[in-house]
């Protein structure tokens, strides 16, 4: 038997959360990324043969590619494509791609006129394969359909990372336990958040929180309520989320922006059921089912006195990780079509999905379907769908989709797709003993020292030799002195639109840390520049 059949590996790099059990094996398989008919996109072949050892052939009439979770399909169809098969066979660990004699099939660019092995770790990532300059397939492993599987909980892909996630959803959705929700900015925190919601058996509203996006001094008052008279300008009651969320579901994202005032009430909050209103002295009863989420590493910031340890403990009643979309590479297709599709809905244009005319060239050309599979996203699918409604709208009245430069340029190439694409990591350098004490840093020093250092928190720690986390102390007790998150929504797009969205410039303004006002532009759905 084909060492392919005890493969266990996910297309998901991050270590598997609890709860979760792998598949018991991938399945290697073909995705349709670009055709004639867009409207094909995500339909695939399950190459099961592969896994006995036996050869799989791939021509233009056959076999069937058929749409997850449907019966019946269609072969490719496509006429520039030979009518001589081409061959997929067992090779190792890998598999090797023997192309049809007189047919055109390219892996990123590259010819592949005598054929190719892939490694499982090619075969993890995902690879383009480009067939006759108009057809795309994604090579990848997936998991084999299952019979109980969840519905898609109104999430577009069906990759295994995202089968995990709605495995998760369904069996922590009708508990009252807290959940985590992890992941890099734009994996759709939210949206997991909402299918929880939808599935528990809660009537009460879901509600949704950024706490990056409110006022450190103003965030108790707006989750907890506050009495009259508690501070200046309370004139009446309020009500704070957690009461308007009474009996439903409250989403907390970015909850590692929490002030150390907000992490100790939502502390008392998970361990008592009981909160006060700022101000009040008499605690009131919630029934609230709390989901958080974070793309922030939680447990260094625990380590760097930021974050309270039992707070996570808590918040972390069941944990769910999103995967970045470079790690799940066959969603790319299948989120951009439906992306796209919105966009051509509302200019009239959906015709162009449904050519009638098979020779008609892509609506979706190859080179840019094979872009799309190798760009690393680091803005996920917020980015992805901003870059579809871009194309579309920059498209208008097209019969294709034609790249402008300024897209070209953020849709770069990165390397040839045997090498992992992801976005470069600098390596570690440890942080030196601190030589003082907080407590011996003044404020001017310490003003000077971060407006040398362009707001870099740990380059400012070096210079005046205190630990990193003695930064954000002090800027805490500082009244001149802020961070990222205690900025504004309103203050921060008004700086944004004045700096013509220079992120070096808006750090020089702000007085914060570039890395943190990088985050928050993010969280605004912005797209910041540097100098």
Not at 73 to 85: A, E, H, Q
């Amino acid at each position: 038997m084909s060492p392919l059949a005890t493969a266990d590996v996910s297309t998901a790099a991050d270590p598997k959360p609890r709860g979760q059990r792998p598949f018991a094996r991938l399945v290697p398989a073909l995705t349709i990324v670009s055709h004639t008919h867009a409207t094909r996109i995500g339909e695939r072949l399950l190459l099961h043969a592969l896994l006995s050892g036996r050869e799989v052939t791939l021509s233009r009439n056959s076999p069937d590619f058929t749409r997850p979770g449907e019966p019946l399909g269609l072969p490719l169809g496509d006429p520039f494509m030979s009518r001589k098969p081409l061959l997929f066979a067992p090779a190792g660990e890998g598999i090797r791609l023997i192309p049809a004699e007189g047919g055109r099939c390219t892996c990123a660019g590259e010819p592949l006129d005598r054929g190719r092995e892939f490694g499982p770790e090619e075969l993890a990532r995902g690879i383009p394969l480009e067939f006759s300059g108009r057809t795309v397939l994604l090579l990848h492993l997936t998991a084999p359909p299952e019979m109980d599987a969840a519905t898609s909980l109104g999430m577009v892909g069906e990759s295994t990372a995202l089968r995990f996630i709605r495995r998760d959803i369904g069996r922590v959705a009708d508990l009252d336990v807290p959940v985590l929700i992890r992941g890099e900015t734009g994996t759709g925190k939210e949206l997991v958040a909402q299918a929880l919601h939808e599935r528990s058996q809660r009537g009460g509203r879901f509600i949704s929180v950024n706490l990056g996006a409110i006022p450190k001094e103003l965030a108790a008052a707006e989750l907890f309520g506050s009495v009259r008279g508690a501070f200046t300008g309370a004139l009446r009651d309020r009500e704070g989320f957690f009461r308007a969320a009474e009996g439903g579901t409250l989403f907390l994202d970015e909850v590692g922006e929490a002030s150390p005032e907000v992490q100790v009430m939502l502390l008392r909050v998970l361990e008592t059921g009981e909160l006060y209103p700022v101000g009040a002295s008499t605690p009131v009863k919630t029934d609230v089912r709390l989901v958080a989420a974070t793309d922030a590493n939680l447990e260094a910031q625990i380590t760097e006195g930021r974050f309270r340890a039992p707070l996570l403990h808590r918040l972390a009643g069941y944990e769910i990780r999103l995967p970045p979309l470079r790690e799940r590479r066959e969603d790319i297709g299948p989120l951009f079509l439906h992306f796209a599709r919105q966009e051509l809905e509302a200019l009239g244009e959906s015709h162009h999905l449904t050519p009638s005319d098979p020779y008609a060239e892509p609506w979706l050309p190859a080179a840019l379907a094979v872009r799309l599979l190798l760009h690393p996203w680091l803005g996920n699918i917020r980015q992805l769908r901003n870059v579809a409604r871009q194309l579309v709208i920059g498209s208008r009245g097209q019969p294709c989709l034609e790249l402008d430069p300024r897209l070209a340029r953020e849709l770069t190439l990165p390397v040839a797709p045997s090498s992992p694409v992801r976005a470069p990591e600098p390596e570690p350098t440890p942080e030196p003993p601190a030589r003082r004490k907080s407590t011996e840093v003044s404020e001017p020093e310490l003003l000077a020292a971060l407006r040398a250092h362009g707001w870099d928190v740990k380059k400012a720690a070096q210079h005046l030799a205190v630990a990193r986390s003695s930064i954000y102390d002090l800027i805490e007790r500082s009244p001149s002195l802020r961070l990222a998150g205690d900025l504004g929504v309103e203050e921060l797009t008004r700086c944004f639109h004045e700096c013509q969205g220079d992120l070096d410039e808006m750090v020089k303004r702000l007085e914060v840390s570039k890395r943190a006002l990088n985050r928050r532009v993010k969280e605004l759905g912005l797209s910041a520049r540097n100098g």
